[in-house]
Each structure stands twice: as structure tokens, then as C-alpha cells.
């Protein structure tokens, strides 16, 4: 047995800490794209918001693919290091290289400007996915153990609130330190990308893929990717877990992408970004730790299905008045403690895939199936992404103003508020249709007698 990989077993505190460090540096680049890549195009590069949709989505759309193909070699990968491991540590230098270059404008709203920014962008997010999916794809290769990858995951989100709380403090108010020009994001920005290779290191070190994640029976490294996906099209609840990624992402983009619009411009001052985003992380870093016991004791289906009513009508009090901070700060808090048992699950329900697609099958699928809801967030982003810009542009948005017509004001608030709103629909609707937390122990079971 390869010196890094370990019998299966409680994974020790350490394990979960370095586990959850490498969601810190994948939540501050999420955020920094989805909250300030937008306005940071619109504003200081002074890019056209229809071009910037444009890019959005079409690199997300194109990127999505690599996605799906970095799962694969993450399935076909064997190597001292395990499976996900190495691409994660490789993937996460080349991320921060690439990020180094990403809030940089060297030429300014001219071809060459439009030419950089689509290159940079596409090169950060292929170099995004590579770590991210194989980092995700620890998820079921540290542990068998469904109440674990629970864990895990609440360990992973914890700590990536915490990495996102710090970016909505620091960014704007050090971007105005520096006159809100280009330099300041650079300055910024620059700073976390030299951290990256380091943070995925951490975790790199720290972290070891289990024996027990060869399939039962001895198919490993026989299945063809074709065998893979053809196993994973006959089970349910990967198409289920893939519809809900989309849901939570798309709820997730808007919420965040148009942060930064209505700070500076429905509220009145960009720096209360730091605001809105600490009630959105807060609530998350204080909730998860508890979030373990009550989705052990209710499920991960029931307790998610709960949260979103809370969310829902979280969402609805910003009519009561949509200047106001306070009522602002109130309606994300109630949004945030209800998306938090579907942000504590999410990920451990594509853990569960992967035990019961290996049960169903007897091909085993971690890569494909962390690379696919991969897919399914890259697709959701770069729609939501876009969605903003076009929203902007539709309504007349004009980044070198001070204030935007009540047209443009009234389209940020609405989007804020209804696309939210019609996302948590479509989860409630997916999860109706869930039922795997009832069968995931007898699944565990079957699949340790299959391999003792």
C-alpha cells in the first residue's frame, strides 16, 4: 500500500482543517469573479456591460467542459499521491499565477483590453477547475463515511465564509485607499494570488485519500469513460445533485454578483459591500458547526427543504424598503440561516452519489461525478454572471456615473430578489424527489461486505 494512502477510519481534526483551507482560497477567488470582476470591467476598465456578459458566459460555457475532463483524469489517475491530490497542488499554482494577471488593466477600453481580459479570464478559469473539481473529489476520497463527508463539507464551508468575509472587508476599502484606480485591485487581488500555491499546499500536505477508494469488485482503471458516464445516466440522483448545483450557484451568483451594484448604488456607498457580505458570511460561520446535528437528526433533504422557506422569505422582506441597510442587512441574515443545511449537504450528497453509483454499477465515479457538479456551477455562474451584465446594460446602466437612473436601481433590486426566489423553487422541487438519506447506510454497508 502506497505510503499516502490510509485505512479508512474518523478522520482527525487536522485532516478536516486542511480539507476545509483549500475551500479558503477557492471561495476567494469565487468571490472576488462573481462579486468584483463585473464592476471591476464595467467601472474602472470601462468595458461595455454587453461585452462583458458575452465573456462571462461564453468562457464559463466553454471552461464547463474542461471541468468534466479533469474529472476523468482524476478517475484515471493512480500515483503515490492518490488520484485527486496531484492536481489539486499543481492546479492550485498554476490558479495563483494565473490570478496574478486577472484584476490587472494594462490597456485600458481599447481592442487590446478586450482581447486581454477574454484571454486572462479564460486562462484563470481553466486553471479554477482543475483544482477545484480534484479538490472536491476528496470529498469521497478521504472517507466512506456519510456523516464524515458531512463533516467535511461543514468544515469546507466554514472556512471558506471565513476567507469570503475577509475579502468583502478588505477589498473595497482597500481599493479606495488607492483612489478606486486599477491599482488598488491589483494591489489587492495581487496579494492573495501569491498566497494560493501555498494555501493548496496546505491541504495537499495534510490530507490523505483512503484505500477503500478503489471500486468494490476491482474495476478501477478498467472502466472506460464511456462505462463511467453510461453508469452515472441510470442514476437519479446524480441528475438530482446536478440540478441542484445549478440552483444553488445561480441563487449564489446573483446574490453576490449584484452585492457590489446595489452597495454603490441603491444604498449609496460602495464600501457598504463590506456589509452586505459579512451578513452573508457571518450567518454561515456561526450556523455551520451546527449545522452537523440537525442534518444528521432531520437529513439532508429534510433539513435543506426547511431552510429554504427561510430564504424565501428572507428574500421577499427587502421590498419592505429596498434603500434601507437595515432591512438589507435583516433580509440577507434570514437568507443566509436558511441556505446554510443545503450549503452544509450539497457536497455530501455528491459524496452519496458516488457510494451509490459504485453500488448500483460497481463503477465508482468520484472525478466524473465532482467534476460534473463542477459543470453544473460554472454553467450556473457564467448565466448568472452574464445575466447581471445584461440586466445592467437593458436598463440603461451606466458605469461612469455616479448614480443610475430609477430603472437601472429597480432592475438590480428585482433581480436581487426574484431570481433568488424562483432558484429556491427549483431546489425544493429537486429535493422532493431525494430520498437517498434513507438509503445510504444500507448502501455503506453492502459496499464494505462487497470489499472485505
Known sequence: MPATIKPQGKLTFLTKFAFGMGDFWTSIGNIAMATYLTMFY????????????????VVRLVVAFWDLTVGILVDQTKSRWGKARPWMLFG?????????????????????????????????????????????????????DSDEKTQLN??????ANVGAMLVYVLAMPVVNAFGGTSIGWSVFFGVIAVMIPFGYWFTFANTHEIASAEPAGGKSGKVSVGGHFKALVRNRYWWLTLGLNFAL???????????AYIA????????????????TVIPMVIGLPFAGPLVARFGKRNSSMA??????????????????????????IVRMIGIIPMNAALNAMSGDVVEYGEWQSGVRSDGIVFSSSSFSMKVAMGVSSAAIAWVLGASGYD?????????????????????????????????????????IGQVGRELAARRA
Open 307 to 332: 431552510g429554504l422557506v427561510l430564504v424565501a422569505a428572507g428574500s421577499l422582506l427587502v421590498f419592505i424598503d429596498p434603500s434601507n441597510l437595515w432591512v438589507f442587512f435583516v433580509s440577507i
Open 154 to 159: 461543514i468544515f469546507r464551508m466554514t472556512i
Open 399 to 439: 458605469g461612469s456615473r455616479a448614480t443610475q437612473s430609477a430603472a437601472t436601481v429597480s432592475a438590480m433590486v428585482n433581480t436581487f430578489v426574484w431570481v433568488p426566489v424562483a432558484m429556491v423553487v427549483v431546489m425544493a422541487v429537486l429535493l422532493f424527489f431525494y430520498d437517498l438519506d434513507g438509503r
Open 42 to 57: 464595467t467601472d474602472v476598465v470601462r468595458l461595455s456591460p454587453s461585452m462583458v456578459a458575452s465573456m462571462l458566459l
Open 92 to 144: 492550485g499554482i498554476a490558479y495563483g499565477i494565473a490570478f496574478l494577471f486577472l484584476f490587472l488593466d494594462p490597456f485600458g477600453n481599447s481592442l487590446a483590453g478586450v482581447i486581454y481580459a477574454w484571454a486572462v479570464y479564460a486562462v484563470v478559469n481553466v486553471a479554477y477547475s482543475t483544482v477545484n473539481v480534484s479538490y472536491a473529489s476528496l470529498t469521497s476520497l478521504l472517507t466512506a
Open 249 to 259: 450557484w445561480t441563487y449564489n451568483g446573483i446574490a453576490n454578483g449584484m452585492a
Open 264 to 279: 454603490k448604488y441603491v444604498l449609496g456607498n460602495s464600501n457598504l459591500t463590506a456589509v452586505i457580505g459579512l451578513a
